[in-house]
């Protein structure tokens, strides 16, 4: 069972609960974009008077924001729809909206398979919720709001944030890269660089507002600026947020390994703020699939971007996304991307079953891998990388890493967290003397394979 967004609001106690008062509450599947459009719609939400609520029960509103990039997200979504309905008939004034690329892909589909459903949402139209509640209010019939393409820009609208010491702000929307398995493109439309003054402004304003960390989101960040002339490039535009005094910490996502040069490196190198993270999705180490997926690179060119990245910052991580089971992938090509793996050593990957994505080129491409292939070769490759991930944290061991604290671990409320520049979650026994959103200097006692324990020394 998915679990309701948190918001960084004062939640108000059962007790202290005004039955005049609206109450929403929201669900996100997806990526980090995703994530950032539900505090947009949140925003509206609570600037026409809404109140957050973590409870189900007492939403009037709910919405469920969806993602549509694997088959798998798709049916877990429709399952929580389908447990909507049962609240639709215990309170019939209950507005349940769905937004997101599921919203943008199925359009109407989703008021034929779920007529309980009153609002559908497109990734285009994610500014327009008020006007979109206004209509069913004074029609109380369902309202499709889906544009099959984009506005150059959409409108700013009032956002509420999930964290308090990490925000995303959006640097360009959509993606023109059209890789063979992937449904963004269609469900995001092409791509628009926000302009850069806005960015910094708002950067510059979330720094006043307490938060210490931002990420800079994209579906694909290193073609920032290639859809206009105003703007310069994403290595100019990093430059400028590394100059923004009020933040501490700058990352960004995702990175096209074809995209990122040399400037791009320089520029993290010579930053003050620029996390020495990059995540760089491979996709696959067999040149024959990255040419069916069209990735736009071979191995060769993806180990040059390695060997200089590391040239540069030696001590920076590197992580990755693989795809497998992509059609035509055999055995022998599954081993290339093994081979790849042990070679480059990535600090973490991000693995993923091929999902068959209709409307797609590789949808449509023989030799689709049968579901059980797909799932043995998955676990030789997490098996290889938790190996990897392991070998690597254990060389922090008996050494000093510096987090900002982010707050309390989510499994244990004694137990604080953080993150260094290079994205390696870290964890330790609150002392008390530690503070949210300040740095702290931890000595690293145990290496896991995708954490660092360890005791606070300063
Ligand atoms: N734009 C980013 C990029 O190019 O790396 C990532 C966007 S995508 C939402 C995140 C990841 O989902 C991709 O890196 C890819 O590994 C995975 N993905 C996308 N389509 C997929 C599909 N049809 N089946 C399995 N994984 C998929
Ligand atoms: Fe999808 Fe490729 Fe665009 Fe990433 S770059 S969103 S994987 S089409």
């Given at each position: 069972m998915s679990?309701?967004?948190q918001y960084n609001v004062e939640v108000t106690s059962n007790d202290m609960k005004d039955s005049?008062?609206?109450?929403?509450?929201?669900?996100?599947?997806?990526?980090?974009m995703n994530h950032h459009d539900s505090e947009r719609l949140a925003g509206q939400l609570k600037s026409i008077g809404y109140e957050y609520t973590e409870s189900l029960e007492e939403a009037s509103f709910i919405l469920i924001n969806t993602c549509c990039v694997r088959e798998s997200a798709e049916k877990k979504i429709y399952g929580?729809?389908?447990?909507?309905?049962?609240?639709k008939v215990s309170n019939p004034n209950l507005i349940i909206a769905i937004a997101g690329c599921m919203a943008q892909k199925d359009k109407e589909k989703i008021f034929k398979k779920a007529p309980h459903i009153d609002l559908i949402i497109g990734t285009h139209n994610v500014h327009q919720l008020v006007e979109v509640i206004k209509e069913f209010e004074e029609s109380k019939d369902h309202v499709l709001a889906v544009w099959d393409q984009a506005e150059r820009l959409a409108p700013d609208v009032p956002t509420i944030r999930r964290g308090k010491i990490s925000a995303w702000v959006p640097i360009m929307y959509g993606c023109n890269n059209f890789c063979?398995?992937?449904?963004?493109?269609?469900?995001?439309?092409?791509?628009?660089?926000?302009?850069?003054?806005?960015?910094?402004?708002?950067?510059h304003q979330l720094g006043l507002d307490g938060f210490k960390e931002i990420t800079l989101l994209g579906q694909n960040v290193n073609s920032y600026g290639n859809d206009t002339n105003e703007y310069g490039d994403f290595a100019d535009l990093l430059k400028a947020v590394d100059q923004v005094e009020t933040i501490e910490r700058v990352r960004y996502m995702t990175s096209h390994p074809r995209d990122i040069n040399d400037k791009v490196i320089d520029t993290i190198l010579n930053s003050k703020k620029i996390c020495d993270h990059f995540h760089l999705p491979v996709q696959s180490g067999s040149d024959t699939i990255l040419k069916m997926?069209?990735?736009?690179?071979?191995?060769?060119?993806?180990?040059?971007?390695?060997?200089?990245?590391r040239k540069a910052i030696p001590h920076a991580s590197l992580t990755t996304d693989i795809i497998v089971g992509f059609p035509g992938e055999t055995d022998e090509?599954?081993?290339?991307?093994?081979?790849?793996?042990?070679?480059?050593?990535?600090?973490?990957?991000?693995?993923?079953?091929?999902?068959?994505?209709?409307g797609t080129p590789a949808a449509a491409m023989a030799d689709q891998v049968p579901l059980a292939v797909k799932k043995e070769r998955l676990q030789?490759?997490?098996?290889?990388?938790?190996?990897?991930?392991?070998?690597?944290?254990?060389?922090?061991?008996?050494?000093?890493?510096?987090?900002?604290?982010?707050?309390?671990?989510?499994r244990d409320e004694n137990r604080l967290m953080g993150r260094t520049t290079t994205n390696k979650i870290v964890l330790w026994d609150k002392q008390g003397t530690e503070e949210v959103g300040q740095l702290a200097n931890i000595k690293i006692t145990t290496a896991q394979t995708w954490i660092l324990k360890g005791d606070l020394i300063d």
């Open positions: 679990k309701p967004d005049n008062v609206k109450y929403f509450t929201t669900y996100t599947y997806g990526c980090q929580k729809i389908g447990e909507l309905k049962n609240l063979t398995y992937c449904i963004v493109p269609y469900v995001r439309g092409r791509e628009r660089s926000r302009p850069l003054p806005d960015i910094i402004e708002e950067i997926m069209n990735r736009g690179y071979t191995t060769d060119y993806y180990r040059e971007l390695v060997r200089k990245i090509l599954f081993q290339e991307t093994l081979e790849f793996l042990k070679e480059i050593r990535f600090d973490a990957s991000y693995t993923f079953l091929y999902s068959k994505r209709s030789k490759l997490m098996d290889v990388q938790n190996d990897i991930s392991l070998e690597i944290n254990q060389q922090f061991t008996d050494t000093a890493v510096t987090v900002i604290v982010e707050g309390p671990s989510q």
